[in-house]
């Protein structure tokens, strides 16, 4: 079945840093990965939509040069979050869907998800 | 085997049935358990959550968890088709664990 793993899977960092977060789709093209915010006992909040080769899609109220997305290949998205404050402590989780003909398009995959804390 | 599996479904049911959705996990250190409800490309929208075994009862949705046979399950009473979407079931461990999801269709 189709995986989406995500690096790190804990990162800790100073405030004011800034911190990457890669979400890789291990054995399908992902021309679309989306990312979430996860606050406990919360649902996951859509934060923006990646699309490889072009720009990523933010949901309102995301800000677009805080939560900086780079989709360079078919496998690879990256977030990166700037200048880190810790009320950007969270979960991150990013997800993928198969493109038509290597599975099913419906079905979101998700990456195990990645905890920031920021000091 | 996958950490968590859910059947994808799709599961069609009839207005007014009573809907079973399940997911088995292998790690018996998993420690909470959830179920999410997605729209289309929206984000899982938080349904139930819990932590021990036993049921959960929060509406029309029941919530339960047998952590020795490995299995959970949600359970929707009196099913609208409103209910029609994506179930996910996802577990923490160290990290999140999400089954696959499972397409749900409540036909009027």
């Known amino acids: 079945g189709a995986v989406v793993s995500q690096h790190p899977s804990w990162v800790i960092c100073k405030s004011g840093t800034s911190v990457k977060i890669e979400c890789r789709s291990l054995d399908f093209q992902a021309t679309t990965m989306f990312w979430y915010r996860q606050f406990p006992k919360q649902s996951l909040m859509l934060m923006a939509t990646?699309?490889?080769?072009?720009?990523?899609?933010?949901e309102q109220g995301v800000e677009k040069d805080k939560f900086l997305i780079n989709h360079a290949s078919l496998t690879l998205s990256t977030l990166t979050v700037t200048s880190a404050h810790p009320e950007d402590s969270s979960f991150y989780i990013c997800?993928?869907?198969?493109?038509?003909?290597?599975?099913?398009?419906?079905?979101?995959?998700f990456g195990p998800g990645t905890r920031l804390t920021v000091l | 085997q996958k950490e968590v599996e859910q059947d994808p479904g799709p599961l069609s049911v009839p207005e007014g049935a009573i809907v079973s959705l399940n997911c088995t996990y292998s790690n018996s250190a998993f420690q909470y358990f959830m179920w999410y409800r997605q729209y289309s490309r929206k984000g899982p929208e938080l349904l139930m959550y819990t932590y021990s075994s036993g049921n959960k009862e929060d509406g029309r949705f029941t919530a339960q968890v047998d952590k020795s046979s490995k299995y959970i399950s949600l359970f929707i009473r009196d099913s609208q088709p409103s209910d029609s979407a994506t179930y996910l079931c996802?577990?923490?461990?160290?990290?999140?664990?999400f089954g696959t999801g499972t397409s749900l269709t409540v036909i009027p």
């Open positions: 990646s699309n490889e080769g072009s720009k990523a899609t933010y």
């Open positions: 997800s993928a869907s198969p493109p038509p003909g290597q599975g099913n398009t419906d079905t979101q995959y």
């Open positions: 996802a577990m923490i461990g160290n990290q999140f664990y």
